[in-house]
């Protein structure tokens, strides 16, 4: 694939892994060749962690592109995207590192495969910082199934709420040593309560998972939310720099949220569709 390669700083907003995550499926989707400097720059330890090197190769492999500078540590990596093959992939981040974050990064990619795909993720179900296995399986995957795609994932036990019009929340929170595990329902429960008294359609966490797919798909779609987080800010950032998708953010005119605080998350996407298929 050719194209103008794409400067992404990685510091700039949010400063995190999520910056990585979004920029790099955006130019494996779209063939944008990608530099990335700064990486997690806002973090207490910069540089690429195992979970983010183990998603970067498993984007690598997925597309058969090359990727310069990674390693564990590293600041600053090129990725230059080919066409995406599908096929069986795995990622292994030899920790607890999240497999919900490798999930974010490569399922908008292997949507547009050119053959069937299955991906192995080996790390973490339970990780600060990251979403909750239980949350990707009962409040992301039915919205963002919305999209048009489906996948499994099989939880034996959880708890969300679920509102009269269908939309879904969770909270969570993990214990640890030392911490009374009343103390970590109270705090579950609490940031559940938070996003519900928002009036929104999606929580504060799923805000920014979804943007990504909101820029590819064709057509507006809008979501209703609470106050905008910085992680979302960032994603709608990167999605209008690579993918050129437009977003605005607004507050809510409906009469029933005047005591609220919530916001319209609109976007016009580039309706991107798989060749392949």
């Known amino acids: 694939m ?17 910056i990585l995550r979004v920029s790099t499926a955006l130019s494996c989707l779209l063939g944008l060749p990608l530099r990335v400097q700064k990486i997690r720059a806002g973090r207490s330890t910069p540089g690429l ?6 998603g970067l190769e498993m984007i690598r492999d997925l597309c058969d592109g090359q ?52 991906l192995r993720l080996k790390g973490g179900t339970n990780a600060e910082m990251a979403p909750q296995i239980d949350y990707t399986a009962m409040v992301f995957k039915p919205i963002v199934e919305k999209f048009g795609f489906q996948f499994n994932c099989d939880i034996k036990m959880s708890i969300i709420a679920e509102t009269s019009t269908g939309c879904l929340f969770a909270g969570s929170s993990l214990g640890k ?16 309560l938070a996003n ?5 359609a999606v929580d504060e966490y799923l805000q920014d998972q979804l943007i990504i797919f909101m820029a590819l798909a064709c057509g507006v779609s809008r979501i209703k939310t609470g106050p905008v987080t910085l992680h979302t800010q960032t994603a709608i950032h990167f999605a209008e720099q690579l993918a050129k998708a437009k977003f605005s953010v607004k507050k809510s005119e ?18 991107m569709t798989n060749p392949y298929l």
């Open 2 to 18: 050719a194209g103008q390669r794409v400067e992404v700083d990685g510091g700039i907003m949010e400063g995190g892994g999520q």
């Open 49 to 54: 962690r195992p979970q983010h090197l183990s």
């Open 67 to 118: 990727l310069e500078g990674a390693e564990i540590g590293s600041t600053e990596i090129i990725f230059t995207p080919e066409k995406i093959k599908g096929g069986i992939h795995t990622a292994d981040t030899k920790t607890a590192g999240s497999v919900c974050l490798l999930m974010q990064v490569s399922m908008p990619c292997v949507l547009f495969a050119a053959s069937p795909s299955e």
């Open 177 to 192: 040593r030392g911490v009374n595990a009343d103390k970590v329902g109270i705090e579950a429960a609490e940031m559940l």
């Open 196 to 200: 519900l008294r928002h009036g929104g």
């Open 254 to 271: 409906d009469e029933e949220d005047a005591a609220k605080d919530a916001y319209i998350i609109e976007c016009q996407g580039i309706g």
